[in-house]
């Protein structure tokens, strides 16, 4: 019989501490000013660093022009719209045009239609293998079902399965630019399904059912996608082209030419047990069965500055990338500096954790994916002093949705960059054939852009 211990004690918030705590914040004349600008105007207008911000110059000595931003909505698609704007940069140049954009809802629809067969897939043989309920793996994938995020490697599984297309071809709808009652009724059909499977339902019969199901709120929210389409433009030159039919996965062959599929994921994971060199993979991440898996390799921030770097001045190509958004960022002007906000001033309070701590103690994780479109480099042509960022929230707020981010803010905040794979050095390319090191499928490095 286990033997029982005296409960912990724990101190109440009482009085005299509540009348401590009032004494310490009025003896502080300063805390009672930034009371009375922050109640008034907010923490970020009161905090904004006026001279880190009129520095933060908009030029740069390498800009890779892709026209007008677009914007993803009220939906969570930057990693579909990153990715796709680096894939229309390329589409352009060859079609000889400056303005084109690639359906992203055609992306979103099979991306979703494929995550319900893999997660159906996952979720039965767990059951199968005798997988609790109420465990944490379990609960937490049942959780995070059927959002909007992912990868790159995630985006090119479903470009390399059923290409692409332009987007009057597949225009955006109301929910594909608002998806959340589609994903809550997604949620719903598939935990329905995880529940039946649990409770002994055939597992075959269940998954084509709740395939059919899942394919039916699909195509009713965002329409049935042309499986080919008569393909003709007229170039910026004037001149008129007609290709005849064509399929998406012929058009996403024929235009995007750029090598894209063969690109690997460098990530920045700052925590010590997992050793720069090595090759990270995510349990449970993944979109489409039989796709190209989930997997990173850990490696200095500098290097994948520089990658990125070489990118944009030796192909003239855009680089997408996954960062932390939010820290120190103004969302009105375009701009990301480590100190662009002084808070620690204005609360009285040192924010000092670093990166490494940040994404052990839950602070930082990779929320956002966007391309870079630009960076300034010193006179020793290879310091980067800034970067220019091609974001997908329109083109109302910072330069034309253009924002520009401080180099120091990259080595705090970027996690993730798509590159080629010739890119890595000798040793780099042989640790991408060396086994991953397997993180579970809660773990900050698998947080989806």
């Known amino acids: 019989m286990t033997e029982l211990t005296e409960p912990k004690r724990f101190i109440s918030l009482s009085e005299n501490r509540l009348a401590d705590l009032r004494e310490r914040f009025d003896a502080r004349e300063a805390n009672r000013i930034a009371m009375n600008a922050v109640t ?42 990153s990715s796709l704007n ?104 598939l935990r329905q399904a995880v529940a039946r499977l649990y409770e002994g339902a055939d597992v075959e019969t269940t998954v084509a059912d709740t395939l059919a199901a899942a394919h039916r709120v699909l195509t009713i929210h965002l329409g049935t996608p042309p499986t080919s389409f008569d393909w003709e433009w007229t170039d910026d ?27 690997v994921c460098l ?19 993944g979109n489409v069965v039989g796709g190209t898996p989930t997997e990173y390799l850990n490696v200095p921030v500098d290097f994948m500055k520089d990658c990125a770097r070489r990118i944009m001045e030796e192909q003239g190509i855009p680089v997408w990338f996954g960062a932390d958004c939010h820290p120190m960022m ?14 620690g001033r204005v609360y009285d309070f040192d924010f000092a954790m670093d990166k490494e701590e940040r994404v052990r103690f839950a602070d930082s994780a990779m929320n956002h994916a966007m391309a870079f479109v630009g960076v300034d480099v010193a006179d020793d042509g290879r310091t980067t002093r800034r ?36 890119y890595l050095p000798k040793e780099y390319q042989e640790a991408l054939d060396a086994p991953a090191i397997s993180l579970p499928a809660w773990d900050p490095m698998g947080a989806l852009a």
């Open 86 to 189: 680096v894939a229309r940069f390329v589409a352009k140049k060859n079609l000889g045009v400056k303005d084109f954009e690639f359906s992203q809802s055609y992306a979103m629809y099979y991306d979703k239609l494929e995550r319900v067969n893999y997660f159906l897939q996952d979720v039965a043989a767990l059951v199968a293998a005798g997988e609790p309920s109420d465990s944490r793996l379990m609960q937490h994938l049942l959780h995070d079902v059927m959002g909007d995020g992912g990868q790159w490697t995630m985006a090119l599984n479903v470009y390399t399965k059923y290409g692409a297309v332009p987007k009057d071809l597949f225009p955006e709808t109301a929910s594909s630019q608002n998806t959340g009652q589609m994903n809550t009724n997604l949620r719903s059909v």
């Open 237 to 263: 030159e004037g001149d008129f082209h007609r290709v005849g039919e064509i399929t998406p996965v012929e058009f996403w062959n024929r235009y995007v030419d750029a090598g894209l599929e063969d690109y």
């Open 387 to 422: 970067w220019r960022v091609e974001n997908s929230w329109g083109d109302k707020i910072a330069d034309k949705g253009y924002f520009t981010m401080s180099d120091d803010w990259f080595s705090e905040f970027v996690y993730e960059v798509a590159v080629p794979k010739s």
């Open 330 to 343: 103004d969302r009105t002007n375009g701009a990301w500096a480590t100190d662009l906000f002084e808070y």
């Open 40 to 81: 008034d105007s907010g923490i970020d207008k009161t905090a904004r660093n006026f001279d880190r911000a009129r520095s933060l110059q908009r030029r740069f000595s390498t800009v890779v022009d892709n026209g007008k931003v677009t914007s993803q909505a009220r939906s969570g698609r930057c990693w579909l719209f």
């Open 267 to 285: 990530v920045d994971d700052p925590r010590k047990e997992h050793p720069k060199g090595t090759k990270i993979a995510i349990e449970h991440l």
